[in-house]
């Protein structure tokens, strides 16, 4: 069994400061500590997962071929430092607009991914900055973190590693 770290994206992975959405390449920026924290999860045997809600799609506001880009600006970044994020799960939909089963606070993705992925939940963490991404760790049967949105979370990741957390 692996185990693994899913990561919710707007927030925790990129800033979200002076943007509610983010859906362009010139509005992502890359929070401290992000390239380190990926880099050491890899190297202690950690498969990376990204989960997030991009309810502006279902709200008109983006569309999913503008979240696609915004993903493989990412991906690129991370490519370029030896980083792989086995599989980028996302939910275009907005319990304002219709009802779904994989909008966080849902297990949806995360269930998807260690049944797909053969996780290890024992062994697995889930990295957000709201209630809804603990909630949903917590309904998948991992390990949730809660940080505050946008902060550096190397501290976490070193105890993650160290079996502290």
Do not use: W
């Not at 859906?23 to 500590?33: A, S």
């Amino acid at each position: 069994m692996q185990k693994a770290i899913f990561l919710d994206r707007d927030g925790v992975i990129n800033s979200d400061v002076g943007h509610y959405y983010i859906y362009r390449i010139e509005d992502f920026v890359i929070n401290d500590g992000i390239i380190p924290s990926l880099k050491k999860f890899t190297e202690a045997g950690y498969k990376l997962f990204i989960v997030t809600n991009q309810g502006g799609v279902a709200k008109g506001i983006y569309t999913e071929n503008d979240v696609n880009k915004v993903h493989d600006h990412l991906l690129s970044i991370l490519k370029k430092e030896n980083i792989t994020i086995e599989k980028i799960y996302f939910c275009p939909h907005h319990n304002s607009v219709a009802a779904c089963e994989c909008r966080k606070p849902s297990p949806y993705f995360i269930k998807k991914a260690i049944q797909d992925y053969k996780i290890d939940p024992d062994q697995s963490y889930m990295i957000g900055d709201s209630l809804r991404d603990k909630q949903s760790a917590e309904a998948a049967g991992i390990k949730g973190i809660k940080v505050e949105a946008n902060e550096n979370i190397e501290s976490y990741c070193d105890k993650i590693i160290k079996g502290e957390l």
